[in-house]
C-alpha cells in the first residue's frame, strides 16, 4: 500500500535552516507529483510546495519564495523541502501528499516550531 513518511521536523530558532524529507513507498515514485503541505491549528492546510514528475520544483505561498526550496531524489523515493531562514510563522506541521492513482494520500506530519 501507499505510504508516505516524513522526517526532518524539530525545534529551530529564527533564522534557522531545517531539511524536511519525504520517503514513498507502495508506488514507482517517479510517475508522481509530490507536495508539501503545512498547517496551523485553526487554518486551513496550505500547500508550499511541488516537485513534479516531470522535474519542475514549484514553492507557492510568496511568504516562502527564496527561503524553501523542494528537490526530490527518486532513486531513493525521497522528496525533500529546504527551510532556510526560518520564521516564527512557520510553526506548522508539515506533510508530504501525493495524489497516486485515484487516492490522495498522505503523511503522518512532521512538526516545525520556529522559536523568535
Known amino acids: 500500500q501507499v505510504q508516505l513518511v516524513e522526517s526532518g521536523g524539530g525545534l529551530v530558532h529564527a533564522a534557522g535552516s531545517l531539511r524536511l524529507s519525504c520517503v514513498g513507498s507502495?508506488?514507482?515514485?517517479?510517475?508522481?507529483?509530490m507536495n508539501w503541505y503545512r498547517q496551523v491549528p485553526g487554518k486551513r492546510r496550505e500547500r508550499v510546495a511541488t516537485?513534479?514528475?516531470?522535474?519542475?520544483?514549484?514553492i507557492y505561498p510568496a511568504s516562502v519564495k527564496g527561503r524553501f526550496t523542494v528537490a526530490r531524489d527518486n532513486a531513493k523515493n525521497t522528496v525533500f523541502l529546504q527551510m532556510t531562514n526560518l520564521k516564527p510563522e512557520d510553526t506548522a506541521v508539515y506533510y508530504c501528499?501525493?495524489?497516486?492513482?485515484?487516492?490522495?494520500?498522505w503523511g503522518q506530519g512532521t512538526q516545525v516550531i520556529v522559536s523568535s
Open positions: 507502495g508506488f514507482t515514485f517517479s510517475r508522481y507529483d
Open positions: 516537485a513534479t514528475s516531470t522535474g519542475d520544483n514549484i
Open positions: 501528499n501525493s495524489e497516486v492513482a485515484f487516492g490522495d494520500y
